[in-house]
């Protein structure tokens, strides 16, 4: 028995995990090398025919809430701004109601670096909030790690989503031993002065080497932090499915109050709780990150599949999805396609 057999057709798995959120990669090409994701000489991307074009994009996203029961979307890349077509296809979705006849959840994942000319466009198409990536505090450290002299576009990005009302404004940085580990302090009194929420996120094994001894834990993280910050962890009931567990910060004498998050996806591994389905920029389905296999829904509608086969095809992927991501497992093997390629 399969997933396809289900009325109504939802994306539920084996273990009884339903998927509702939907991560949309609409390009694998990005504007920055950060190091824990690409070389500095970049990685090859794949060709433009190989990319769903944008009426491909609006259609499989319709069949993903009007048949499979999706919430939430959130657009990813790569660098999701690179794509020139971005709000109209925000604005497609935008329009899609879920079966309850409530509007979806639309958000992104960016890193800010063309929001201060497009925030107010992306949020009239129908953006409600963006993540942005900020593993720096300040333009040094932000060149090191990203290779690129942009910090203060990140800046400005952030503060243009704040004014075009794309709020709450989540941080998303990474930390890597010996490039900007030391930073923790103050990117989490820069979320705190400026409003925003800081989640860290423990490096995955996508992208450039990892090796799990050398990673920075949430423990490492919460230790570092506690040196500085008076943190209270929020009750676990106010999680649901979302990745990032919360602290609340008390205010200090350089910051007011807030709270920040940290993404433990390696050493506190919430597969159990998981709703996410993933679709790549060139058109192929993934159940997790890690998964080490893909359904190609770009070959089934360049010839002519039906939304029902489609769908079909889709809902049969998550029903094989994993346990577990696996990470701790000795046979573990990363995924061929790096982050930029999979959408984060």
């Given amino acids: 028995m399969t997933a396809v057999v289900n009325a109504p057709m939802r994306l539920v798995d084996r273990f009884g995990r339903v998927a509702r959120d939907l991560r949309v990669s ?4 990005c504007n920055l090398r950060c190091a824990y ?5 970049g990685v090859s991307f794949r060709p433009k025919n190989e990319i769903l074009t944008s009426s491909e994009l609006i259609r499989l996203i319709k069949i993903a809430v009007e048949i499979l029961g999706i919430e939430k979307i959130c657009f990813t890349g790569g660098e999701p701004l690179l794509r020139k077509d971005l709000e109209e296809i925000i604005a497609e979705a935008a329009n899609l109601r ?32 963006v993540n942005i990536s900020l593993d720096a505090a300040n333009s040094h450290d ?11 576009d990140a800046i400005a990005g952030a503060q243009a989503a704040h004014d075009a009302g794309l709020s709450p404004i989540k ?3 990474v930390l890597l031993p010996g490039f900007n580990d030391h930073q923790a302090p103050d990117l989490v009194k820069l979320a705190l002065k400026n409003g925003y929420t800081l989640r860290f996120i423990e490096f995955m094994p996508l992208g450039t080497a990892w090796e799990r001894q050398k990673m920075i834990t949430c423990e490492d993280i919460l230790s570092k932090l506690r040196e500085e ?4 962890m929020r009750p676990e009931s106010e999680r649901g499915s979302s990745p990032a567990k919360y602290w609340d910060v008390a205010a200090g004498d350089e910051h007011p109050a ?3 998050g940290i993404i433990a996806s390696v050493s506190r591994p919430f597969c159990g709780d998981c709703d996410r389905t993933r679709l790549t920029a060139d058109g192929q389905i993934r ?8 359904t190609d829904l770009r070959g089934l509608l360049r010839s002519g599949a039906s939304d029902a086969d489609i769908a079909g095809a889709w809902a049969e992927n998550m029903w094989n999805k994993q346990p577990g991501h696996g990470i701790d497992d000795p046979s573990f093997l990363k995924p061929k396609r790096n982050m930029s390629a999979i959408g984060g």
């Fill in 37 to 41: 994701c690409m070389p500095a000489e």
């Fill in 229 to 232: 910050f008076t943190l209270k």
């Fill in 287 to 294: 159940s997790c990150l890690f998964a080490r296999s893909e």
């Fill in 258 to 260: 807030g709270k920040i």
């Fill in 26 to 29: 609409v390009t694998d090409r």
């Fill in 171 to 173: 941080l998303n940085a």
């Fill in 142 to 152: 932000y060149k090191i790690l990203t290779r690129r002299d942009r910090f203060a």
């Fill in 98 to 129: 879920k079966k309850d006849g409530e509007k979806i959840e639309i958000s992104m994942t960016t890193n800010g670096l063309g929001l201060a000319h497009r925030a107010k466009k992306l949020a009239e198409a129908g953006l409600q909030r």
